[in-house]
């Protein structure tokens, strides 16, 4: 039985376009969410998993003070409280947008975290504190200039309350998508 090429070019042409609104969809739904606060906590959490796994105990076993492995078991416990203590602090350098501003939350979240998961895991000897303390606290200052910077929302025009502020779907590169009835 024959079958004539044009059916078969208009099923392609369907399925083609079927799947060009389906991503076209997923596309436009993905620009909506606000990725730039999610993305500062998630970021800001998994730098609070770092500061106990490997920011701490480097900083103390550099020092002499003790071995790196030793450093890493008694801090271990506190991993969850400073990846919940960090994610906060990165919601809110990102809510802040200002590269100052951010240093000074995160480093100070640093601080707090560094010098009670120290003193508490390790000892609360001065040389352990300043060691933990210093190296959280400059931690997250780094930390907090990096996200209070690069996840800041974009500004909004008080002339236009159609503006859009926070979405992903802001960036240039999307226009396309935006623009598009591909």
């Not at 060009?20 to 998994?46: C, D, E, H, P, Y």
């Not at 929302?153 to 008080?158: E, I, L, S, T």
């Not at 159609?162 to 226009?175: K, P, Q, T």
């Amino acid at each position: 039985m024959p079958v004539g090429t044009a059916t078969l070019e208009n099923r392609g042409t369907m399925i083609l376009k079927t799947i060009r609104s389906f991503n076209a969809g997923i596309v436009k739904f993905i620009m909506s969410i606000r990725f730039r606060a999610i993305g500062a906590t998630l970021l800001s959490s998994f730098a609070g998993l770092s500061l106990t796994s490997n920011i701490i105990p480097s900083a103390i076993s550099y020092s002499g003070a003790m071995d790196s492995f030793s450093a890493r078991w008694a801090l271990g416990g506190f991993a969850v409280y400073s990846m919940m203590a960090w994610a906060v602090g990165g919601w809110a350098v990102q809510k802040t947008g200002d590269r100052k501003l951010g240093a000074i939350i995160l480093g100070m979240v640093g601080l707090a975290t560094g010098l009670l998961f120290t003193g508490m895991g390790i000892g609360s000897e001065f040389k352990m504190l300043l060691i933990g303390g210093g190296a959280a606290l400059l931690y997250g200052g780094i930390g907090g200039m990096i996200i209070g910077d690069a996840l800041r929302d974009p500004a909004a025009d008080p002339n236009d309350p159609a503006a859009s502020v926070g979405r992903i779907g802001d960036l240039g590169m999307f226009s396309y998508f935006k623009n598009s009835n591909h």
